[in-house]
């Protein structure tokens, strides 16, 4: 998938951007009046009359949607390079560590090929509250080890784990977690996570985490025209980045990779990067 469309019919969070830019009412669901409108402004601005809202529609409206990538050691020896060239990796997180000593062996290569290929790229840690009640040793690890220079992505908390906290536990781990990172690195983190951290491990309290920046993971196909379930979120109003496939293919890399979109335009693209 090359890219990401809206269109009559289709519903969630980028439609309701969309609306917004029209000026007509936001409420999330692409009916015939959105249709209109939207033909009458490509009409007036020169571009494809077609009523969806694709590249040319966003970049109009400073609403681009980006294509990015995340990698470990599983995508290999990737070929940067020819990836850049896809026009599909305009970012890039590499995972860094693990737990509380685990350093993923092909961070420096994966960082250091990023950057060669002009892709802004980022680190990400693994957390693993099910092994550790003290998170403090893996923000040791992580922010030793992590990416934190002008220009790259902001550091990721990958929430995927919660052992046998309950969700008081693993929501103060998960907060301290990103607290100290900041503390540490002087840097805002983001947190990666899913729906079912949110909904059964957090019992959907996300209270203090949902001050961090959401990379949401949730792969559904369906998701890409009737949007990301609101249940899934807690109490984000918004998800920043969407990890939409764990089974992409690219050239340049061998085998499957996450994709990823990152909305809101440029300034959307400024919330993820070190300033």
């Known amino acids: 998938m090359k890219l990401w469309i809206q269109q009559k019919g289709h519903k969630g969070q980028e ?133 934190l220079s002008p220009g790259d992505l902001r550091p990721v908390l990958d929430f995927e784990r919660a052992g046998d906290h309950s969700p008081d536990s693993i929501r103060n781990w998960v907060l301290t977690f990103l607290q100290e990172v900041e503390a540490q690195s002087c840097v805002r983190p983001i947190i990666y996570t899913g729906g079912n951290m949110t909904k059964y491990y957090l019992k959907s309290d996300t209270t203090g985490v949902d001050d961090y920046t959401l990379w949401h993971a949730y792969y559904s196909k369906k998701a890409l025209k009737k949007g990301i379930k609101v249940d899934r979120l807690g109490s984000w109003p918004e998800w920043r980045v969407w990890q939409w496939t764990g089974s992409g293919t690219l050239d340049g890399i061998s085998g499957d990779v996450d994709r990823n979109w990152l909305v809101g335009g440029q300034a959307g693209f400024d919330k993820i990067v070190i300033n």
């Open 15 to 147: 439609v309701k951007r969309l609306q917004k830019s029209l000026g007509v009412l936001a409420d999330g669901t692409f009916g015939s009046k959105t249709e209109e409108a939207l033909k009458d402004y490509q009409d007036a601005h020169g571009l494809t009359v077609d009523g969806r809202s694709g590249p040319q529609v966003r970049a109009a409206f400073g609403i681009e949607i980006y294509a990015g990538i995340d990698v470990s050691k599983w995508q290999g020896n990737i070929d940067w390079k020819t990836l850049a060239a896809t026009g599909l990796a305009n970012f890039c997180w590499a995972k860094v560590t693990e737990g509380n000593n685990y350093q993923d062996p092909e961070h420096k290569q994966n960082i250091t090929g990023a950057r060669s290929a002009g892709i802004p790229v980022g680190g990400y840690h693994f957390a693993r509250p099910d092994l550790h009640d003290d998170p403090h040793q893996e923000v040791k690890n992580f922010v030793k080890h992590c990416p």
